[in-house]
């Protein structure tokens, strides 16, 4: 493979490597001083970025080489100028950032509109740019469904609509049915929509507030023609926190006690994850564990499924929610048959 390399400054007379990605970079600087004048010269291309006037020279022949229309002049009033004042909108974008761009959207990007975007983007860029663009297409994938083959990024089918009405800045009916609760028709007004843990919500004021929507609860979306207030100096990122940070509290209100065999360990991990807290090993090979969670209840059915592999020890309300379901199971499935 053909390398380039470049002085050390700081060593005269030897010569390193020059990674390959500060070379695209500076390519995409030299385009785009070029694309700032009508007419440049190889000694005002190396002043701007700060290199020799033997790498500029060299940077504007691989520009040209490559298929950028870039042109030398000879003689007095001489230099390097662009055939017709071709143009690119890729104003500051590097090589990192291009195959960061890339790697996110790459094999994920499902929508018709967005895979014609990227092949336009990825034929606007330099050539230095575009291998490792292209690479880094397809260096990533994400699979929407969880292991019970179950869609687990699905928002329904009424995401587009409402990121329009967020980016038009336009009031929503909103038909929503809450947990437990019947379908309620209201209106809202979009200001963001959020991506967390595979589901979609929509961030909205309403006459109760600021307030989110899970969108695979929303059942319609109806558009008003009136337009969003959208609160002074709101902020979508410090908005969401502020939500995140209360359901947060919510999910760690209590602590559950407990201790459990060494075979159950891994099931807990998966189990409770961030909320499990594991303690110290006791003389009989079991492990001290504390288990965060909304309530003593919530936390107790979610332990019953291991049967005896975990005691609770305390609150007393969890020990008493494990001690009625064992009865509430034992009156609809009796003992046990025999082996």
């Not at 049967?307 to 929610?321: C, Q, S």
């Amino acid at each position: 493979m053909t390398s380039s390399w470049r002085q050390n400054r700081s060593s005269p007379g030897h010569f390193t490597e020059e990674n390959p990605g500060m070379r695209a970079d500076r390519l995409v600087a030299t385009l785009l001083f070029l694309q700032s004048r009508t007419r440049v010269t190889v000694a005002e291309v190396a002043a701007e970025l700060e290199v020799s006037p033997r790498t500029a020279r060299r940077d504007l022949e691989a520009l040209s080489t490559a298929g950028v229309p870039v042109y030398s002049q000879r003689g007095r009033g001489g230099g390097w100028s662009l055939v017709g004042g071709a143009r690119t909108d890729l104003t500051g974008l590097t090589a990192e950032e291009a195959r960061a761009l890339f790697l996110l959207a790459g094999p994920s990007s499902t929508t018709p509109e967005l895979r014609t975007l990227l092949r336009k983007l990825l034929r606007a860029l330099p050539e230095p740019l575009r291998s490792g663009a292209e690479a880094a297409s397809r260096a990533g994938l994400t699979d929407g469904t969880d292991w019970s083959r179950t869609d687990v990024s699905a928002s329904g089918p009424h995401l587009d609509a409402l990121r329009a009405a967020v980016v038009d800045g336009i009031q929503v009916r909103l038909g929503y049915a809450g947990p437990g609760k019947p379908v309620g028709v209201r209106t809202v007004h979009p200001l963001g929509l959020v991506a967390k843990a595979g589901h979609d919500y929509l961030v909205a004021g309403t006459e109760q507030g600021m307030r989110t929507f899970r969108l695979s609860r929303v059942v319609s979306v109806e558009a008003t023609g009136e337009p969003v207030i959208r609160p002074r100096d709101f902020d979508l990122p410090t908005v969401w926190r502020t939500f995140a940070a209360r359901l947060e509290d919510r999910l760690y209100a209590v602590t559950v006690r407990a201790r459990a065999e060494p075979g159950a360990m891994a099931i807990l991990e998966r189990l409770f994850e961030g909320r499990l807290h594991v303690g110290a090993v006791l003389p009989d090979g079991w492990t001290e564990i504390r288990v965060d969670g909304p309530t003593p209840e919530v936390v107790a059915t979610q332990l019953a499924g291991l049967g005896a592999r975990v005691e609770v020890l305390d609150p007393p309300e969890a020990r008493d929610r494990l001690a009625r379901l064992a009865v509430e199971l034992a009156g609809v499935y009796g003992a046990p048959a025999s082996p």
